[in-house]
C-alpha cells in the first residue's frame, strides 16, 4: 500500500500506526496518544506470558510422576492418543518408530532410511516445546486446565511409554535438561545442510519473479465425495482458540469465494444449544452423528438404548454416564469424564442425543 496515493489514504495509514504503536508501547501510550490503549497489568502479563523457549527460559517449578502422569492421560489424553500413545486415529502417534541404538546416537536413523511414519518421539529434538505444548494446548477440549505439576506429569509419562525413563521416575524442573539427554532425536536440529547459512550468507539469493510464469495450475487430485465427511463436520470440530478453519463437510465443495460466508454461516448458526455445546467440547471428533467414528454415533447410542425424549429415567442414566466417562460398552477407547459440563449441561447433552441429535 503507498501512502502517497491520497490524503485520505495517507491519513488513514498515519492513525492505523499509531494505533499499533500505542498497542506496541502501552506504557507510554498514555502520555503519548490520550485515550487510547492503556499498560497492561501484572495479572495480565503473567497470563500472557507463559511460553516456555527451548533452552527452558520460561519453565516454571514443579514436579510430577510416572504414576501421575498415567492417571491424567487415560482420563483426558487417550480417547485421542490412544492408551499407548500409539493411536492414529484422530491424531499421529506420538510414541514409536525410535530404537535404542537412536537414543544412544542422539539421531533416529529411521528419518532418513525408511518410509515408517512420523511419530512425535521420532522427531522431538527438546523436551521445552513438547512440555510446552501441552501446558497451552491440551486436553484438546479444556486447553490450559493442566496444572503445571500435571504437566510434568503427562510429559514423564509419554517419556516413560517410550522406554526413556522408568516407571518410578518423577521429572521436574530440577532434572528436565537432564532427562532431554535421552530423548532420541535429540541432536535431529542441526545446521550442517546448509539451508539457512552458506560462509554466514544467505543460501538463497535469487531475485523475485513474478512475470513470463507458466500455466495456471491445475488440480490433479481431489477428497473423494464418499470420504468428505467420514470424520464428521469440519466446520464444527474447531475450538474457540487460535485460528479457525474447516469446510462444512456435509455439503459439496464450495467456491473459493463462498468459502469465508459459509463457515461464518455455519458458527452463526451453532452459537448456541447443545449441539454447539458438544462442538465445543470436542465431541464431534470422536462422535459422529449417524455413524461410529472412535466411540459410537449419537443415533447409534439412542438406538442401542432404546432411548427417547420421554424416556426419564434413560436420559439420567445417560447423563451420568456422560459425567463419569468409561469405557467397554462400544470398545476399548475410553471416553474421558465431562465433569465440567455440570448435571445441568449433562442432561441437556441427554435429551439431545435422545431427540436424535438434531443439527444447530
Known sequence: MSISASPRRRAFVLALAALLFAFAVPG??????????????????????IDVRPDFAGLPRGSGSVARGQDIWDAQCASCHGTFGESNEVFN???????????????????????????????LPGLAPMWDYIRRAMPWNAPKSLSNDDVYAVTAYILNLADLVPADFVLSDANIRETEKRLPNRYGMTRAHGLWTVDGKPDVRNAACMRDCGPAPRVQSFLPDYARNAHGNLALQNR???????????????APGEVRMAHAAAHAGAASGPAALASQLGCLACHGLDKKLIGPGFREVAARYRIDAADAAAITRLARRILS????????????????LGESGADALAHWIAAGAPGP
Open 325 to 340: 466417562g468409561g469405557t467397554g460398552n462400544w470398545g476399548d477407547v475410553q471416553m474421558p469424564a465431562q465433569t465440567q
Open 93 to 123: 502417534p506420538i510414541i514409536g518408530g525410535t530404537t535404542p541404538d537412536d537414543v544412544a546416537r542422539g539421531h533416529v536413523r529411521s528419518l532418513t532410511t525408511s518410509e515408517l511414519q512420523r511419530t512425535t518421539l521420532m522427531k
Open 28 to 49: 507510554h501510550a498514555a502520555e503519548r496518544f490520550p485515550g487510547i490503549g492503556r499498560a497492561p497489568t501484572p495479572a495480565e502479563i503473567a497470563a500472557w506470558n
Open 240 to 254: 474457540d482458540i487460535g485460528g479457525v478453519r474447516g469446510a462444512d463437510t456435509t455439503r459439496p465443495p464450495l
